[in-house]
């Protein structure tokens, strides 16, 4: 199996070395795209992160970017996205018709709600936040809950709350959803966060 790890605007973190690391087995390969190439960041706040990301990257070419990592494996794929990374696989899978794409998970996946026309080529996981500042999260489940293999799960943790960069971190949950994660086998199954 093949684990595409799509970052946040944050890019190259200790949290996503971390998550990383413990993804990668003799049968699975991880590979992270991040918006900088490669580069790791050093950013104020998030706001500066932000801001870098919309200059040196943007959404449209952070899609094309998992696009092309897609169609460069050779194994089943998981994609497993944040933040602007998540909106990012998103786009990426809509209509997509290579077969080894196994499962999308995104977490808190904002500009998803710029895209509810989007028809996924696999089962996707999404991990709403409570809220979000630019829309109702719950008119967006509600959208896209009539979307074929589409599973919404809100929880009660905030935007970023997987990075410990993110003003909005947590260690509960972060460290919940890393656990449920841990095992790189089962990350291709929907039902990996059933039991929430």
């Given at each position: 199996m093949?684990?595409?790890i799509i970052t946040d605007i944050f890019g190259l973190t200790t949290d996503i070395d971390l998550l990383s690391a413990s993804l990668s087995t003799e049968l699975t390969r991880v590979t992270v795209i991040d918006p900088y190439d490669g580069y790791k960041q050093t950013f104020i706040n998030e706001q500066a992160a932000y801001d870098t990301f919309m200059t040196q990257c943007g959404h449209e070419r952070y899609?094309?970017?998992v696009s092309s990592a897609i169609a460069l494996s050779e194994d089943e794929v998981?994609?497993?996205g944040f933040s602007a990374g998540a909106s990012a696989a998103w786009k990426a899978i809509d209509q997509h018709l290579n077969?080894?794409?196994k499962h999308c998970i995104g977490f808190y996946p904002?500009?998803?709600r710029n895209h509810l026309d989007v028809i996924p080529c696999c089962p996707v996981t999404?991990?709403?936040p409570c809220e979000e500042r630019h829309f109702e999260v719950d008119d967006v489940i509600a959208a896209?809950?009539?979307?074929k293999q589409v599973n919404c799960i809100k929880t009660s943790f905030y935007h970023g709350f997987m990075n410990s960069l993110s003003d909005n971190y947590s260690l509960?949950?972060?460290t919940f959803f890393n656990d449920k994660m841990n095992d790189s086998s089962k990350l291709d199954s929907v039902e990996i966060f059933n039991r929430i």
């Open positions: 093949h684990i595409i899609s094309s970017a998981v994609l497993l077969p080894l794409i904002s500009q998803i999404l991990v709403f896209l809950s009539s979307v509960i949950g972060a």
